[in-house]
C-alpha cells in the first residue's frame, strides 16, 4: 500500500479553506500545500508582522498561490467574533476549516475572558469559531461541496482529563496537565461535533488529526525551563519529524476522499510519534460521551457560541 503523503493531495480548485496558525510550522506547511494543489486559503495569525512574513515566504515559492491573511487570536472571543463577522461580510464559501492554532505548556496565564490560555486557545476559540462559521460550512454542503471541520489534538491527549472544577488553574496548573486537557478537549469536541451534525443528517465531516512528535515552535515559544530545554532544544532535533511531514495528517483529514467523519488521524510510525496518515484510536476518556456533552455544554456557555444544526 502506498504511504501518503502531501504529494497525493487531490486538486483542491475551486475550494476556500481556512487555516488557524498558519504563519509557522503545522499551519504554514498545511497552507503551503493546500494552495500548491489549487485551493484559496486564508491564513489566520495572531501577529501581523509574521504573518506577513510567512505570506512572503509562501508566494516567493509559489507566485500564482491563492492566499490572505487575516489577523486572528484565538485566545479573545472578540477577535475570533470579528473574523467571523468579516468572512460573512464577504459571503466567501468556506470549504474547510482546519482548527490548527495552539500554544503549548506557557506559565499559567489567563485570557482577556478570564480563561486558561491554552484551553482558552486550543479549545475554546476553535469552539466559537466553528459554531460562528457553521452556516458558511452548511451552505458549501447544501450544493455538494465537500465541507470538513479537522480539529488537530496530540498525542498528549492520552492521559488528559477535563478538570471542569478547576478550569482556570487557580487551585493548581501544570502546564503540561493544562496543554493535555485542552488536547482531549479537542477530540472531545470533533466526535461531539461529528455526532450532532449525524444526528441532523448534515454531510459536513468532522474529523481529527495529530502530527505526531513534529519540529515546531510549540515546544520553543511557550514552555519554560526544563521544558524548553529537553523538548525544544533536544527533543526537536533528536526525536522529532520535520513539521512538513506532521502536517500531512491534516492536510490528508481535510483532502483525502476516504477520510470519513469521526475519524482520528495521526501518524503509523512508533507510538504515532512519526510516520504516514492513518487512521489512530483516541485515549479512553475521549471516548466518553457524558463528558463530550458536559464539555459541549460548558463551552457554550463560556463562548455565549450555539452551533445552529440543520
Given amino acids: 500500500m502506498t504511504k501518503w503523503t502531501s504529494a497525493q493531495i487531490p486538486d483542491q480548485t475551486g475550494r476556500t479553506i481556512i487555516v488557524t ?22 491564513m489566520t ?55 490548527n492554532a495552539g500554544v503549548m505548556w506557557p506559565p499559567r496565564t489567563l485570557t482577556k475572558q478570564g480563561f486558561e490560555l491554552q484551553f482558552a486557545t486550543n479549545h475554546l476559540g476553535h469552539f466559537a469559531l466553528n459554531g460562528l462559521l457553521l452556516d458558511r460550512l452548511s451552505e458549501s454542503a447544501r450544493v455538494g461541496r465537500d465541507a470538513r471541520i479537522v480539529t488537530v489534538s496530540s498525542v498528549e491527549h492520552r492521559g488528559g482529563a477535563i478538570l471542569f472544577d478547576n478550569l482556570t488553574g487557580e487551585r493548581g496548573y501544570d502546564p503540561r496537565k493544562y496543554y493535555s486537557q485542552s488536547k482531549l478537549a479537542n477530540v472531545l469536541f470533533g466526535l461531539e461535533l461529528d455526532r450532532k451534525l449525524r444526528a441532523v443528517g448534515s454531510p459536513i465531516r468532522s474529523v481529527i488529526a495529530h502530527p505526531g512528535y513534529s ?5 520553543t515559544s511557550g514552555p519554560t525551563g526544563f521544558l524548553k530545554f529537553f ?24 483532502t483525502a476522499p476516504e477520510v470519513q467523519g469521526g475519524q482520528f488521524i495521526g501518524p503509523d510510525g512508533f507510538n504515532e510519534y512519526r510516520g504516514h496518515p492513518h487512521v489512530v484510536q483516541p485515549d479512553k476518556p475521549a471516548l466518553d460521551r457524558d463528558v463530550a456533552r458536559r464539555l459541549w455544554a460548558v463551552s457554550e456557555q463560556l463562548t455565549g457560541v450555539t452551533y445552529n444544526f440543520r
Fill in 21 to 42: 496558525g498558519a504563519n509557522s510550522g503545522l499551519g504554514f506547511e498545511t497552507a503551503k500545500e493546500l494552495a500548491r494543489h489549487g485551493a484559496r486559503v486564508i
Fill in 45 to 99: 495569525v495572531r501577529d501581523r508582522a509574521k504573518g506577513t512574513s510567512a505570506l512572503d515566504q509562501l508566494l516567493a515559492e509559489q507566485p500564482k498561490a491563492d492566499v490572505e491573511v487575516r489577523p486572528l487570536d484565538l485566545s479573545d472571543l472578540d477577535s475570533v467574533h470579528a473574523f467571523a463577522r468579516h468572512i460573512d461580510s464577504v459571503g466567501v464559501p468556506i470549504d474547510v476549516i482546519i482548527n
Fill in 215 to 219: 519540529a515546531t515552535n510549540l515546544q
Fill in 231 to 254: 523538548f525544544g532544544s533536544i527533543g526537536n532535533r533528536l526525536m522529532a519529524q520535520p513539521a512538513a511531514h506532521g502536517a500531512w495528517n491534516e492536510e490528508y483529514a481535510a
